[in-house]
């Protein structure tokens, strides 16, 4: 099973509560998958503003195919995660999200041919970006980071993205080989 196949079985699995963009450009950066989801959870509405509870929660997933994923291609990824796509996806370029705003996951799965080196294995163990908005009165953002070598039955993860890593290994372990 190639690469290619392995994000298609991922993106039927999603495919319900995701909308789902291919080839999906941002700030002059491709991305193999784009995938949204947004919630909005209300309680005890009786007209249109009059609500006692509200919140809004979003997960933006971005797929990434590489060969290898180096030192320098992480702390790429992590900076333009952290200054560019937070910013414009959490809290569309203003100072603060959305009101009511809950949290807002942004993840990457990067998926790749070969197993990073043991450097970049431990800093992306060890990479946590997140942001609280107004002490977590506005909510709060995660960036999950998730690295995925299927030939060599692999997934490696930030704390932030364990769930994730455990949805992909058990898709994994149902595959019977993988090839490059």
């Known amino acids: 099973m190639r690469r290619k196949?392995?994000?298609?079985?991922?993106?039927?699995?999603i495919?319900?509560?995701?909308?789902?963009?291919?080839?999906?450009?941002f700030e002059e950066r491709k991305f193999v998958i784009y995938a949204y989801n947004y919630k909005n959870k209300n309680k005890f509405e009786t007209t249109g503003d009059a609500k006692l509870w509200d919140s809004r929660c979003f997960e933006h997933l971005f797929f990434i195919n590489s060969d290898n994923l180096?030192?320098?291609?992480?702390?790429?990824?992590?900076?333009?995660?952290v200054n560019k796509?937070?910013?414009?996806?959490?809290?569309?370029d203003k100072k603060l999200p959305c009101k009511n705003h809950m949290y807002s996951y942004i993840s990457f799965?990067?998926?790749?041919?070969?197993?990073?080196?043991?450097d970049v294995i431990a800093k992306l163990k060890n990479c946590n970006p997140g942001k609280n908005y107004l002490f977590g009165a506005r909510g709060y953002c995660h960036i999950r980071l998730?690295?995925?070598?299927?030939?060599?039955?692999?997934?490696?993860?930030?704390?932030?993205?364990?769930?994730?890593s455990?949805?992909?290994?058990?898709m994994m372990l149902h595959i019977d080989h993988f090839e490059d």
């Open 5 to 13: 196949e392995f994000i298609d079985i991922i993106l039927n699995s």
């Open 15 to 25: 495919s319900d509560t995701f909308d789902i963009y291919h080839n999906y450009w």
């Open 70 to 81: 180096g030192m320098e291609e992480f702390d790429d990824l992590v900076d333009f995660a």
């Open 85 to 92: 796509i937070e910013p414009h996806f959490v809290r569309n």
């Open 109 to 118: 799965i990067i998926i790749t041919r070969n197993m990073p080196s043991e």
């Open 146 to 164: 998730v690295c995925v070598t299927p030939r060599q039955y692999s997934v490696i993860s930030n704390k932030y993205g364990d769930n994730i």
């Open 166 to 170: 455990e949805f992909l290994m058990e």
